[in-house]
């Protein structure tokens, strides 16, 4: 007597993400941040789990695991990732006026107030990763560190050379414009008006700055 074959029903999501195929490593690394960076974005840290990454990645999970050993070090690589794109859009704002820092820096908030003008706008990844992580020792918060940090030595060096008489103020006047911008998407919404108030203010907090020429 001939059996015929039954098919066997599909298992439990975790199931059919572990039957995928193994994908090489350099493959798997970047498809599996893009699906971090996405739904980290987007959704939070804390509220992702591994198997929604892998899901959205469209690999197994051991692919994951041979790339990070854990959630953590995924957090950190998408934060890395993450403040080199932002130090790249900085650029990108800067390089469009050489030379004269007083309008790279009123370009910069102009581009900001664009970004954070885009329906879906999630604010600061930087800022957000800060809220999920209170213990200032976890390796994303080192990250979050890092990343203000070197903002602020680019704000500071921009400001000194816009011909500020307190760099380090200006600078710190800056950052403070700029976290607000971040909040103010996320509590007013993407293209609030308090955003789009944001390259006026700039242009009179570097005004009342510089009472010397830029150099």
Do not use: W
């Not at 993400?17 to 090489?24: E, G």
């Not at 030595?153 to 400001?159: F, P």
């Not at 998407?185 to 944001?198: E, L, R, V």
């Amino acid at each position: 007597m001939t059996r015929t074959a039954v098919e066997k029903p599909a298992g439990p999501k975790s199931d059919r993400v572990q039957a995928r195929p193994h994908t090489a490593g350099p493959a798997a690394q970047q498809l599996l941040l893009h699906a971090a960076a996405e739904l980290f974005y987007r959704e939070g840290v804390r509220a992702v789990g591994v198997d929604a990454v892998v899901e959205r990645a469209g690999v197994n999970k051991m692919s994951l695991y041979r790339q990070f050993s854990s959630k953590d070090e995924l957090v950190v690589a998408y934060l890395e990732r993450s403040s080199e794109r932002f130090f790249q859009r900085l650029q990108r704002s800067l390089d469009k006026h050489p030379g004269d820092p007083v309008r790279q820096i009123a370009q910069y908030f102009e581009d900001l107030t664009e970004r954070a003008s885009v329906e879906g706008y999630r604010g600061c990844p930087f800022v957000n990763v800060s809220a999920e992580f209170p213990d200032a020792s976890h390796p994303a918060r080192q990250c979050v560190l890092r990343n203000k940090t070197e903002l602020m030595e680019r704000l500071t060096a921009l400001a000194a050379s816009a011909g500020a008489d307190d760099p380090e103020a200006l600078a710190s006047a800056l950052a403070l414009l700029i976290e607000g911008v971040y909040a103010a998407s996320q509590t007013y919404g993407p293209g609030c008006d308090p955003i789009k108030a944001a390259p006026r203010v700039a242009a009179q907090l570097v005004a009342a700055a510089c009472s010397r020429s830029p150099t």
